[in-house]
């Protein structure tokens, strides 16, 4: 991707704070990023992380109330997304913007055909007549390596298996050619063997379409395989946001190194302890006034304690939140010039 | 940990073992059929090693994990802990017989009980099978939750207070409550995050090499059970498929399924990614109620044979504590 590319959608200072009777969660706090034409972000973070709240507040899923979602702005299109009204955001889901969900299961109505599934965004936002939906259909069905495509059409989706499914979720998703997908966990509910093959399906599907994708997970080896650029959530924030090699060879945030020592794998070599990371993730009661990792980071010194680390430039398209600088192994003295020019956006410098 | 050559004491061995689910249908609630969940496996644990137990969902692992410990009434087959036969014992008698063989469930949600405070869930197995003075058993439980690295003061609190990572703690401190010798984790990890997953594997193998337990470890998790078996047997339709040493197996898979299954694991390193040759395999996992003719494994083998659909192959060893069952190493 060039640099000078203009985002397809560009994310300023995103919050979404629920509002509940035993307190509010802050479950995302101050979120920027853009993601370009062509491009596959991949977004990793534990549960609760706000990985996902993140994707389904931009773009308008999450009920209000009890979420409040503020933010600088949503750019798609040449429109702000935030102050999009119903209508218009009913108008880019599903057709501009194309949405795959964890469970193939329950995301699938089990009263209707899959045929009817893929059909009806279609007909709704292309509107295209039912035989030409139909035939739209079948080359979906086809294109995501649903074998008998045309008369698998008209099965119901408890007929299918769970990564066939999951393709199915994925045709419906990318009927209106999306400018932008984003899949949730696409992989997480189905067997190893059958997520290779649904990777592979994304590969192909990218080369040959051309969008953009955000692909959420908390497999950092699904990430490995198949991002171009990765952000690192923990505690509703981005702690670091790389290229993916770079990410992987020179991880700067400390939950970052941490978490990549604690996942064994199945090749090379073993080690004979897990490193682990102690503690729990923090609970998101009030927007940070301090370093959300601080409590189980080894690096953690007083800055971090009183101070909200904001993102640091630290060169090749790479940075990262943390107050410590492992090539000086020491607090870091770069000056907090980061912040204005990330919030400012990658293609968007005034 | 154990030598390949089969030098331990075994301390589990299962021959044969088939657990297989009837099917009803109609207004009669007719037996129309059978989910053949495990069909046939047979393997040895030896004492104080781990033997994983891996494959896809809907291969039977959970079931032949619960089935050894006799959860259900199996339908055919032997499995002898410690010596002792619990095959067609009944389940009264087999009551007596648990404190020695106990289970981490996968859900620490679903397997506690939302009412009992930590302290009477740790608690309650020695209820049933010790007579322990209140005292006594109240220091029981305050060491076991020491054990496991759970704080004394939160004794008294109830499930929900805890975070997901210490809820299998508690599911842990209960399993070891009777000083059992065996242990069934059924996929212990497969509901947590994977910072907590490390700190929970890691406490298995500390009071593994404490208390000299037994585990057979089952999961979804190849890379996972690379780190904490010493021996892991492959599951593919009710089925074990090959049966090795982790070094082995890891090394050098030799059934195609395993060889396919281990190349599916993505790799979190993207310069070690790129080199990883893939093995795609077409299509599901068949029904376990219809397996194929043949090798199970038939209809989705890149390297299928004609012989594949016809019979179906037993294990064989190919090398000392190496078992594979497949038609390609027939002649080794």
Known sequence: ?350 | MLDETNSGNVLVEVRDLKMHFPIHAGVFKKRVGEVKAVDGISFDIFEGETLGLVGESGCGKSTAGRAILRLYDITEGSIKIDGVEIGPTPQPKLREMRPTMQMVFQDPQASLNPRMSVAAIIGEPLDEHTDFSKKEKREKVLGLMDAVGLNRDFANRYPHEFSGGQRQRIGIARALALNPKFIVCDEPIAALDVSIQAQVVNLLEDLQEEFGLTYLFISHDLSMVRHIADRVAVMYLGRVVELATREELFRAPKHPYTQALLSAVPEPDPSLEEKVERILLEGDVPSPSKPPKGCNFCTRCPQVMDICKEIDPTGKEIAAGHQVACHLYADT
């Open chain 1, 1 to 350: 991707m060039a640099d000078g590319a203009e985002p397809v959608l560009n994310v300023r200072d995103l919050n979404t704070v629920f509002k509940t009777r035993s307190g509010s969660v802050h479950a995302v706090n101050s979120v920027s990023f853009s993601l370009k034409p062509g491009e596959l972000l991949g977004v990793v973070g534990e549960s609760g992380s706000g990985k996902s709240v993140t994707m389904m507040s931009l773009i308008g899923l999450i009920p209000s109330p009890p979420a409040q979602v503020s933010g600088t702005g949503v750019e798609f299109g040449g429109m702000d997304l935030l102050k999009a009204s119903d209508d218009e955001l009913r108008r880019i889901r599903g057709a501009r913007i194309g949405f795959v969900f964890q469970d193939p299961m329950t995301s699938l109505n089990p009263v209707f055909t899959v045929g009817y599934q893929i059909m009806e965004p279609l007909r709704k936002h292309m509107k295209m007549n039912k035989a030409d939906a139909r035939r739209r259909a079948v080359e979906l069905l086809e294109l995501v390596g649903i074998p008998d495509a045309e008369r698998r059409l008209k099965d119901f989706p408890h007929q299918f298996s769970g990564g066939m499914r999951q393709r199915v979720m994925i045709a419906i998703a990318l009927a209106c050619d999306p400018e932008v997908l984003i899949a949730d966990e696409p992989t997480t509910a189905l067997d190893v063997t059958i997520q290779a093959q649904i990777l592979e399906l994304m590969h192909e599907l990218r080369a040959k379409l051309g969008m953009a994708v955000i692909w959420i997970t908390h497999d950092l080896g699904v990430i490995a395989g198949i991002a171009d650029r990765v952000l690192v959530m923990y505690g509703g924030q981005i702690v670091e946001h790389a290229p993916v090699k770079e990410l992987f060879q020179h991880p700067k945030h400390p939950y970052t190194r941490a978490l990549l020592k604690t996942i064994p794998s199945v090749r090379g070599e073993r080690a004979d302890r897990l490193e682990v990371i102690e503690g729990q993730p923090p609970i998101l009661r009030a927007a940070p006034t301090s370093c959300s990792f601080s409590a189980r980071c080894e690096f953690c010194f007083e800055r971090c304690l009183n101070e909200n680390p904001p993102r640091f430039d630290v060169g090749h398209g790479h940075d990262t939140a943390c107050f410590y600088d492992f090539d000086a192994n020491g607090p870091r003295h770069q000056p907090n010039m980061a912040m204005t020019q990330l919030a400012g956006g990658v293609g968007d410098a005034g």
